[in-house]
């Protein structure tokens, strides 16, 4: 299949890498002119697991445009994957989706066969069939059903773990303007995926609101779990994960998330969380839920700050291991470390970090945070640690803490 990908980044890469080693022939844009040029020098590099063999092997398959217009001539699909930034409203703005699409116009006015725009950005309810499908019908001068098809097609992932998440996903999720474009954009999903999967098929709003409603019931369940952690701290004498671990034996709820640890965070939780609101204020729907459930969040960084302002007594000297929001990946967006960090700081502590992953509490989140290259000074200039997040090398990095003879506090309540 000739397929495209607009937009390079985090996703889009990692998908177009997939696609071409699935012997697809992809071509690939970004906006990003030093992007393009790394990836056509092969001097790109990666530290999302897998991305940097995938792009060796697929190179054959792989072309890198250097426009939209050229990237789109002949395709039978095209993936958008480009940033939806958050208003300050809590809704999405679908500014740059819009932009690509009217570039894209020239190529789908000069192309001869049926060609499917799949919008994998996480949107509002009711864009597809609002401002994107009156935007593509006017770039291609067509209706939308003659020759050109509108999906919609988000993906569920997390950073550290795309490639894994792309070839065994739970479902597919696809919102689809006909049935044929719905074919087109299944058979390149399945292409890719190394299980049998469902493709949870429907039209275009329908998949907009199942997208972030998903996300937003797993941080409610996350929430929920950490206010019963909150509960049992209080109480005293019980053992969080022999409760949650009991309530998720009901089938009816499931052990997946339900663990009182740290507070969600990360590129999509939150945002979807505060976009579900947002559509609910826009409806005039009780945001009561969504609300909560970031109220909760937010309430348990507190939590966590209070706990240990309790427990170090004099000592002011605080570490926290683990700044990125997840294993695998440096990126600390809406990273629950990051919170607890400035939390901490805003206690009057002294906080020092560390990051089996590398990142660091950048200046735009704090000034104040100093940041070691390894455990051992960590260790060597704190009196109580906190460990914000699972960790990949947990039992030695926690043994290391637990020998140092400092007390500490780990969230997940790790095996060492």
């Keep these: 299949m000739e397929i495209t990908v607009i937009g390079l980044g985090k996703l889009g890469l990692p998908l177009a890498a997939l696609l071409a080693n699935s012997g697809h022939k992809v071509r690939g844009f970004d906006s990003s002119h030093g992007l393009r040029e790394s990836l056509n020098a092969e001097k790109f590099q990666s530290n999302e697991p897998q991305l940097n063999e995938l792009l060796t092997t697929g190179k054959s398959n792989l072309k890198i445009c250097e426009s939209i217009e050229e990237a789109v001539q002949d395709s039978e699909a095209v993936f958008v994957i480009v940033p939806t930034p958050s208003l300050p409203s809590g809704h999405f703005s679908n500014e740059y989706v819009l932009s690509v699409i009217e570039n894209m116009g020239p190529a789908l006015i000069k192309t001869k066969n049926k060609i499917v725009i799949d919008i994998v950005s996480t949107v509002m309810p ?87 409603a998903i996300n937003n019931f797993v941080t409610m369940k996350i929430s929920y779990a950490n206010s019963l952690y909150q509960a049992a701290e209080k109480i005293k004498g019980i053992d969080i994960d022999r409760v949650t671990n009991a309530i998720g034996l009901d089938s009816r709820i499931g052990n997946k998330y339900l663990k009182g640890a740290a507070p969600y965070g990360g590129p999509c939780f939150p945002r979807d ?40 007594h004099q000592s002011k000297k605080v570490g926290v291991v683990g700044i990125s929001y997840k294993p695998g990946t440096p990126v600390i967006e809406e990273s629950p470390g990051v919170a607890i960090v400035n939390a901490l700081l805003d206690q009057g502590l002294d906080v020092t970090t560390w990051d089996d992953e590398g990142a660091v509490v950048g200046p735009a989140n704090s000034t104040k945070a100093e940041a070691q290259t390894s455990l051992e000074m960590l260790l060597a200039n704190v009196d109580f640690v906190v460990v914000t997040r699972p960790l990949d090398q947990a039992a030695q990095i926690l043994k290391q803490v637990s020998q140092s003879g400092k007390p500490w506090l780990d969230l997940w309540r790790q095996k060492y």
């Design 126 to 212: 009711g864009s597809c069939k609002g401002s994107i499908w009156d935007a593509l019908e006017k770039s291609a001068n067509s209706k939308i059903g003659e020759k050109v098809g509108l999906c919609y097609n988000p993906e569920f992932i997390a950073l550290g773990s795309v490639i894994k998440d792309m070839q065994y996903p739970d479902m597919h999720l696809l919102g689809e303007s006909h049935n044929w474009a719905g074919d087109v954009i299944e058979n390149a999903l399945t292409s890719v995926v190394k299980k049998q999967v469902p493709c949870q098929r429907m039209n275009l709003t329908e998949a907009e609101l199942v997208k972030i």
């Design 273 to 312: 969380t505060r976009a579900l609101a947002a559509l609910y204020s826009e409806l005039d729907i009780h945001q009561g839920l969504p609300i909560a459930t970031e109220q909760v969040n937010n309430s348990h960084v507190d939590f966590i700050k209070n706990y240990v302002a309790a427990n170090i």
